[in-house]
């Protein structure tokens, strides 16, 4: 029943920092998946008889390729795969059933916050044992078996049944359909003072939650109108779509706008939130004010402590080092570790396995803790939600508070998406060529401290990782970041970051963008954004 197909190699299979994507139109290229597949079983060594997870965030061809990796996982010597029903599995919650089960990985079939649909993106990335994304070696490993494939391996099973749970054979392999939300909602109850939330919607507290027609519908509708006792239709938009209802599904302040606008009406719920197509990002928005994802790792952090899961206290923080310094301040009160790593979630994995960091997060809207090792957006909803219950006070005055005790960080993110990839490479190389005669000069007034291209250090397994993103430190605290981003799927996008302290309360109420209007300047004098692109603007602002 299991069949060698001869194929030919694509070149552009290399994984990004969560693993492959592409437009549909490219996966549907013949043997492109399978292919792909192939190299990651090809890669991995010690699988033969074990278990493999395979789901996704219900996108268009998801369906599809999920059937493939069945049939592939059982010719390539699999014993069982575990699959969400329908398809479907978020992120994190593929990462706790790895775990949970402890199974040899799993295989996430997803494009993150990117959109659906028949022209759109598609996604599939490799989860390791520990239930992180793969680390660089195997990625890169993967990629080397891409290059020079020659076969891939198939069983002959026909269409396997993943809508109905229970467990049966299909061709020698053991198939478990499983409930998707079932298990993630156990781990939710175990961290967080459930009883506490119940009571304060019981008394009033109202919220929205926006599901994006992504992934993480099923999850917030069971757990926090079901076992939470939220109101009916405090969750919208929580059927998955394979096009997301054709809207873009991720969380911030432009593809969000609507939550953004109720949230700061009239009528506005006391706590407002969002999450993306997998289920790994979020949007925090109070009544009246829009929380950072910076921000919420600081304030998320601080406040740990009042969660069951996290009454003992954090080990120590982790943060991505475009994401701004707000956590930095709360691990110095703390006493705790602080640690800068690349852009990656996978960067976070070595710190929680030794147990050196409890939670970390990524300005991009990523947080999470030890609990799995993905970020996970209703985690966050969930911490925060119990930390209102708890301290029985609204969203807008935990961080005006927080703002008072720690200062503030100003900070926002300027996207050019689909970016030429040779102006964004040339952009990037005449910037790193200056780096060295930068220190010591002044722009728009601003006295450069330091520039350098970011190398991380990985404190427990010793690897570096070079050319991670171009820092340039102002004096006073600030400072713009630039980085070319691996998560599109066309030409480049490229991140500028900007961040300014401001530690006197009396300025903690300024504009963003005005606040940062000078190193929004000076950024651009730096590095030539408008010359090198050809824009007069980012495509999006967060």
């Not at 268009?60 to 029903?85: C, D, H, L, P, S």
């Not at 171009?470 to 030409?491: H, K, M, Q």
Request: proline share 5%.
């Amino acid at each position: 029943m299991i069949k060698t197909v001869p194929t030919k190699p694509y070149t552009d299979q290399k994984p990004g920092t969560s693993g492959l994507r592409k437009k549909v139109p490219v996966f549907q290229q013949e043997h492109y998946a399978e292919n792909f597949i192939q190299s990651i079983f090809d890669a991995l060594e010690g699988f033969q008889g074990k278990t493999l997870v395979i789901g996704g965030d219900g996108r268009f061809y998801n369906r599809e390729v999920i059937q493939t990796a069945i049939a592939m996982a059982a010719a390539n010597g699999f014993g069982k795969v575990m699959v969400g029903q329908g398809g479907i599995l978020s992120t994190p919650a593929a990462s706790n059933i790895i775990r949970k089960y402890k199974t040899f990985g799993g295989i996430i079939l997803s494009a993150s916050h990117n959109p659906g649909g028949p022209h759109e993106d598609f996604g599939i990335k490799y989860n390791a044992g520990n239930g992180g994304p793969a680390p660089e070696k195997i990625t890169d490993a993967i990629f080397e078996k891409t290059k020079t494939i020659s076969s891939f391996k198939i069983a002959d099973i026909g269409t396997v049944d993943i809508d109905t749970i229970g467990t049966f054979k299909a061709g020698g392999i053991t198939v478990e359909v499983f409930d998707p939300v079932k298990d993630y909602a156990e781990l939710m109850e175990s961290l967080f003072d459930f009883d506490a939330i119940r009571a304060n919607f019981k008394y009033g507290f109202r919220m929205r939650f926006d599901a994006m027609h992504a992934v993480t519908g099923p999850y917030a509708k069971e757990i926090l109108e079901r076992r939470l006792g939220a109101p009916n239709g405090t969750c919208r938009n929580f059927k998955p779509l394979p096009d997301f209802g054709g809207h873009h599904p991720d969380p911030n302040l432009v593809h969000a706008k609507h939550l953004y606008d109720e949230m700061m009406g009239p009528d506005a719920p006391d706590f407002g939130a969002a999450s993306d197509g997998d289920g790994d990002r979020n949007l925090i928005i109070g009544k009246g004010i829009f929380v950072t994802p910076s921000d919420s790792l600081a304030m998320l952090a601080a406040n740990a402590h009042l969660a069951p899961g996290y009454k003992e206290g954090l080990k120590g923080i982790a943060r991505s080092m475009p994401t701004s310094g707000a956590a930095d301040r709360v691990a110095e009160k703390l006493g705790i570790g602080i640690y800068e790593t690349p852009t990656g979630w996978k960067f976070f994995g070595n710190l929680l396995d030794a147990g050196m960091a409890t939670i970390c997060g990524e300005e991009s809207a990523g947080t999470g803790s030890n609990h799995v090792r993905e970020k996970d957006g209703l985690w966050a909803v969930l911490l925060w939600l119990n930390i209102l219950a708890v301290r029985g006070e609204s969203c807008k005055d935990i961080v005006t508070k927080h703002w008072e005790a720690y200062g503030r960080n100003y900070y926002s993110r300027h996207d050019y998406e689909e970016v030429e990839t040779d102006r964004a490479n040339a952009l990037v190389d005449e910037l790193r060529a200056k780096l060295g005669s930068l220190p010591g000069t002044s722009v728009r007034g601003l006295k450069i401290a330091s520039a350098d291209d970011f190398a991380y250090h990985d404190p427990v397994d010793g690897s570096v990782s070079k050319n991670q993103g171009i820092r340039i430190l102002f004096e006073g605290g600030s400072r713009v970041v630039f980085r070319l981003s691996g998560t599109g799927t066309s030409g480049a996008t490229l991140r500028v970051y900007i961040e300014r302290f401001e530690p006197d309360k009396a300025r903690h109420d300024l504009d963003t963008q005005q606040a940062l209007a000078d190193l929004i300047a000076a950024a651009d004098d730096i590095a030539g954004i408008k010359n090198h692109t050809g824009r007069n603007k980012p495509s999006v602002i967060t």
